[in-house]
């Protein structure tokens, strides 16, 4: 069976079961146990896919491909390089609803969520074409006569591209296309949950024409072949998404080697909401930012931290408007929020539950699973607002990864900005107020990556740095300009053409 083989499209009841598998050195092949695993929709449990399990073996051949195309690639004129990148673009646009209606039967989200995700791949992609033609470095004064002086970015090499379910999509092309642009080769490791999308991407970049061994694709259980492509001499960075318990054993494991690790790793997000705030904007913000993707995006709000003077209101309004949220298959038009993407990440969720009431917080609405009719079959959970919450409780300082929010009353902005930067992450945050002051400081004081004012905390466009402070990261960005700074290292050139020997620092002070 071939993997480039596509599930027709229409709902789901007319999609074929495909069998997905690697990409390695330009040839489609399958894992060398021999086995397979299965992709689930988790709105209902059917198998959507088999997928190939790779061995130590698989990351071996998929490391040794991306070793020998480097040279050429790295020669290949950067423009040319940004022709295939446009290409590939195009074709995501082309297969833009079929990529939507896919990604959500592969992980949850509603469809109108999977294209607001493929185009943020498309918008990347597009962005990092155009850097074919720019990648700028500087030319300044050399401070000795005859002298040249310059910077140019080199690619870093064999990158690991690892990445989880969330964004299907998008994530990868914020690793993959900044990699490529810039001359590296890559193996990408996606999510087991999340193997087709993956293949999507890698086949689009195929037909865009991106040389073999150029982008490598290893499917299988991150246990089973993360530890071995990370710890890889053939693998010069790892750039990851997804756990901070993950980063942080790649972290341990990577250190030896000296080899490049860049980090996205977890959210502790907070919607701030003051007294002067519009507190209906406000409200619009916080059901989008909350309960978007399932609560699943890394910069969810799972916090609101609401000026004792809106708090009832806000609360009250909340409530409401969660009580007329619908459940169901993403791909039903009358759905609002859709499945948790697994069984574990959904029995996670509702762990909290007991969490937060033992704590003394209150569950103002939600706070269960669906166990009747077709719901039950699926991996859902209620949403769900928790009132009551203190700053220190555990469902205000740990990333639960779900359709869950938890509203902690403050009384000053000073007391709103120490709430907010009181836990270990600091990836997103924003503030609704109409105090122009107000905002300034919120921007100033803020410990987080992303800051908003008057939005939610979800929305970031792919022209700006995405990435955070503490443990959110290691200090590294993707997207934007950023991004390049992530994939490539800087290389100083001084050309002296003066025939002689000059010394920097010395000859330059006499005279
Ligand atoms: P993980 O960190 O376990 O997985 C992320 C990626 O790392 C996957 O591709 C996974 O592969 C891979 N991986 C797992 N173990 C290793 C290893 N030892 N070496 C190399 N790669 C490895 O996150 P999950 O997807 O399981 O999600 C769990 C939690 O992570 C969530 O509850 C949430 O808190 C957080 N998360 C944060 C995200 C963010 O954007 N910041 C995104 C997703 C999750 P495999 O899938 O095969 O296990």
Redesign the pocket.
């Known amino acids: 069976m071939s993997v480039g083989l596509r599930a027709p499209r229409g709902d789901t009841s007319d999609v074929a079961i495909t069998h997905l598998r690697n990409y390695i050195d330009g040839k489609w092949v399958d894992g060398s146990s021999g086995e397979s695993f299965e992709n689930l929709d988790p709105a209902n449990g059917e198998i959507i896919a088999t997928v190939t399990k790779s061995t130590t073996a698989d990351v071996d051949a998929a490391v040794d491909a991306a070793r020998r195309a480097l040279d050429a690639w790295r020669k290949f004129p950067a423009p040319k390089r940004g022709e295939i990148l446009y290409r590939a673009a195009e074709i995501m646009l082309r297969r833009k609803e079929e990529l939507a209606r896919e990604m959500t039967r592969e992980m949850g989200k509603v469809v109108a969520e999977a294209r607001g995700d493929v185009q943020e791949g498309i918008d990347m992609t597009y962005y990092m074409a155009g850097e074919g033609r720019r990648q700028f470095g500087d030319v300044v004064p050399a401070e000795l006569p005859n002298k040249w002086a310059m910077s140019v970015r080199h690619p870093i090499g064999v990158i690991a591209a690892?990445?989880?379910?969330?964004f299907p999509f998008a994530?990868p092309t914020w690793k993959i296309m900044p990699a490529v642009i810039l001359g590296n080769t890559v193996v990408f490791?996606?999510?087991?949950?999340t193997p087709m999308l993956a293949v999507r991407l890698v086949e689009i970049l195929e037909e865009a024409g991106l040389p073999k061994g150029v982008l490598n694709l290893v499917l299988?259980?991150?246990?089973d072949i993360?530890?071995h492509?990370?710890q890889h001499p053939g693998v010069d960075m790892v750039s990851?998404?997804?756990?901070t318990?993950?980063?942080a054993?790649?972290n341990q494991i990577a250190a030896p080697s000296l080899k490049r690790v860049s980090f996205?790793?977890?959210?502790k997000n907070a919607i701030l909401v003051m007294d002067d705030a519009d507190v209906d904007l406000s409200l619009e913000g916080i059901v989008w930012s909350a309960f978007g993707t399932t609560g699943q995006r890394?910069t969810a709000a799972s916090r609101v931290i609401a000026h004792r003077g809106v708090a009832d209101q806000l609360t009250d309004k909340l409530v409401e408007r969660v009580r007329k949220l619908r459940l169901g298959h993403g791909l039903e038009p009358t759905t609002d929020v859709g499945p948790v993407v697994s069984k574990a990440?959904v029995e996670?969720v509702a762990s909290f539950m007991p969490i937060a009431e033992k704590e003394g917080a209150v569950i103002a609405i939600g706070g269960k699973r669906p166990s009747t009719g077709a719901l039950a079959k699926g991996f859902f959970h209620e949403p769900t607002v928790l009132v009551d919450v203190k700053p220190n409780m555990r469902v205000a300082q740990e990333?639960i990864?779900g359709p869950v929010t938890a509203i902690i009353e403050v009384g000053s902005l000073d007391e709103a900005i120490g709430v907010l930067n009181s836990v270990k992450y600091g990836l997103s945050s924003s503030i609704y107020t109409r105090d122009v002051n107000k905002a300034f400081r919120f921007m100033r004081d803020a410990e987080t990556g992303i800051v908003y004012v008057n939005a939610g905390t979800i929305g970031a466009e792919i022209q700006l740095p995405f990435g955070g402070m503490k443990a959110t990261g290691n200090g590294h960005r993707e997207a934007g300009r950023a991004g390049l700074d992530t994939f490539s290292e800087w290389k100083s050139i001084y050309v002296d053409f003066s025939g002689k020997l000059q010394r920097a620092q010395i000859d330059t002070n006499n005279g």
Do not use: M, R
């Open positions: 690892i990445t989880p379910w969330n994530i490791k996606p999510a087991s949950y299988g259980g991150g246990g993360g530890d492509l990370v990851f998404t997804g756990s318990e993950t980063g054993h790649i996205e790793l977890g959210g890394c990440q996670k990333e990864f």
